[in-house]
């Protein structure tokens, strides 16, 4: 079965054929006035060019276009998008595979393939003992806060689950997929999305015509704001197949999505803050056997479980949890750290006050070509595991890991070397390679406890931002050699220098965002070090250079 799109003057869609690493190919499809499209090809070629480039998958037809997912990356949109995919969700990093993702209407997508026939089966099975009749805001009735009521108009069951909540083993990783596609989607994070709903219709069930934002006079409306602003959008993924009936009708924008194993609808209920009527949509009664899906909204901000006491629309991700908090570094870290700078001698570096460590922009071609080589391997990123993760980098998101990683040794070598007259000067002594660790991908809600590096090898030192994307400053946190603390603003481009066998340094806050990606490089003196670390400071001053 089909995605039924019945509009009178459908508008041209150019699609194309997105060869993957792995051999993986991703049909991608785009309206043919959608500024994506029109920003992808002017990364391919020059502007007098577009033109006729976007018209050649016009004429030619489906597949008239290849392009290589590192030729991708570049492209940038800013959510919500007018027509075309939405943000970066062919080239981010850990995206759950989907089969197709075709634009029907603007604003809204249909996907194909997003679940197996195994998946969706794991959630009905999870879910169908937790079913209890589905509720819509009526302001007076006798359920809920301020009036949630069974109405005619919606006659289905359903069942919720948190995002932390324990289900089945199959559910929850399900779940947790599902959270991350629907995170890159929408280009939000996973702590904005509501608890998802699983849904079940049997025979005769229905929803009347409806939007899925809230009513701003209602007095439901105004408590159910307060957990997290307006829902921005909605995902809904279909888990079997219906006999007859249960589609989905968009009325106004004559389009109508048959239920199928698998397949996926996603929309935008509000566009340039305001409710977009065109999202206006009614699930149609089942005929014959039954029908389930599974829905997921996204908030403006923050999903709270509970209302806080005053409104919060205004509060973005993880801030109500953690802007005034850190996560306090365990006791053995602590005592590593005072153990290490015990025995570790201030070298004298960090800028004209000599507190052991300094921001600075760094060099313009090496940073183009550091940030080159990291868009080369997004699509070779694997969830970090060695013995930093769960010890020194920890996460409080239930939904994504603490960091990805990939690696270029070679690459890395060359970074050393091209880094090294940089950290000599700021230093003043002759320095050796010892180590180069990147490109780390922090997800929402990592942090890094504060610490100090091993000082055999990691004594003179730089972490590098190569990207970041985050709704609050995700600053480093140094302590200099006087115990005075301080909160660097580290911006892509910039790199800290630092004397990092002495200097305490971490990201103890969690990151309220998206990604942050570092680079780390670490020196060792050139000769005798081991008399660095045994020596007075009045010995290695005068064997300064």
């Not at 949109?77 to 981010?92: E, K, L």
């Not at 990939?406 to 000599?424: G, I, M, Q, S, Y």
């Not at 970041?468 to 603003?489: C, E, F, N, Q, R």
């Amino acid at each position: 079965m089909n995605l039924d799109n019945e509009q009178t003057e459908p508008p041209r869609i150019i699609d194309l054929s997105v060869n993957l690493q792995g051999g993986h190919t991703r049909e991608i499809s785009f309206a043919e006035d959608a500024p994506e499209l029109r920003a992808l090809f002017a990364t391919l070629c020059s502007p007098d060019e577009c033109d006729s480039l976007i018209q050649l998958p016009l004429d030619e037809g489906r597949k008239a276009c290849t392009f290589r997912a590192s030729q991708l990356v570049s492209v940038d949109t800013t959510p919500p998008v007018v027509m075309g995919i939405p943000g970066s969700f062919i080239a981010a990093p850990g995206v759950p595979h989907v089969g197709s993702m075709t634009q029907l209407a603007p604003y809204l997508w249909g996907l194909e393939d997003v679940l197996s026939g195994d998946e969706c089966n794991a959630i009905i099975e999870a879910a169908r003992p937790h079913l209890e009749p589905a509720t819509v805001s009526v302001d007076g009735g006798v359920y809920g806060p301020a009036g949630s009521g069974v109405a005619d108009a919606r006659t289905n069951t359903f069942a919720c689950f948190a995002a932390d909540q324990q289900v089945t083993p199959e559910f929850d990783q399900v779940q947790a997929k599902l959270r991350r596609l629907v995170s890159e989607l929408t280009q939000m994070p996973v702590e904005h999305q509501e608890h998802c709903q699983v849904l079940h219709y049997g025979e005769g069930e229905q929803f009347l015509a409806h939007m899925d934002s809230f009513t701003p006079d209602s007095e439901y409306s105004k408590w159910e704001l307060s957990r997290g602003g307006e829902r921005l959008s909605t995902f809904i993924v279909y888990l079997n197949e219906v006999e007859a009936g249960g589609e989905t009708e968009f009325e106004r924008q004559q389009v109508t999505i048959t239920p199928a194993p698998g397949r996926a609808g996603f929309w935008f209920n509000h566009v340039g803050g305001e409710m977009y009527g065109n999202s206006l949509h009614t699930a149609h009664p089942v005929q014959k056997g039954e029908k389930w899906a599974l829905v997921i909204w996204t908030r403006e901000s923050a999903y709270l479980d509970t209302p806080p006491e005053q409104p919060c629309a205004a509060i973005n991700y993880l801030d109500w949890i953690n802007t005034t908090r850190s996560i306090a570094t365990p006791a053995w870290i602590d005592e590593q750290t005072r153990t290490q700078q015990a025995r570790t001698p201030h070298l004298g570096a960090g800028g004209p006050d000599g507190r052991g460590f300094e921001k600075r922009k760094m060099d313009e071609a090496i940073y183009a070509e550091i940030l080159a080589r990291y868009y080369a391997l997004q699509a070779d990123m694997i969830v970090e595991d060695n013995d930093a993760i769960g010890s020194f980098v920890d996460t409080v998101s239930v939904e994504f890991p603490a960091a990805l990683y990939a690696e270029d040794k070679a690459f890395n070598t060359r970074v050393l070397e091209l880094l090294k007259p940089l950290h000599e000067e700021w230093c003043g002594f002759e320095l050796k390679p010892a180590a180069c660790y990147g490109f780390r991908v922090y997800l929402p809600g990592s942090y890094l406890h504060n610490h100090v590096d091993r000082g055999d090898t990691h004594v003179i030192s730089s972490t590098l931002c190569v990207a970041s994307d985050t709704y609050s400053p995700w600053h480093l946190h140094a302590i200099d050699v006087d115990g005075k603390a301080y909160d660097v603003d580290h911006q892509p481009g910039e790199h800290v220098l630092y004397e990092s066998a002495l200097i305490s340094h971490g990201r103890p806050v969690p990151l309220n965002g998206r990604y942050h990606v570092g680079m780390f490089i670490h020196y060792s003196p050139a000769e005798d070090h081991d008399l660095w670390i045994a020596s007075p400071r009045e010995w290695w001053e005068r064997h300064r250079r």
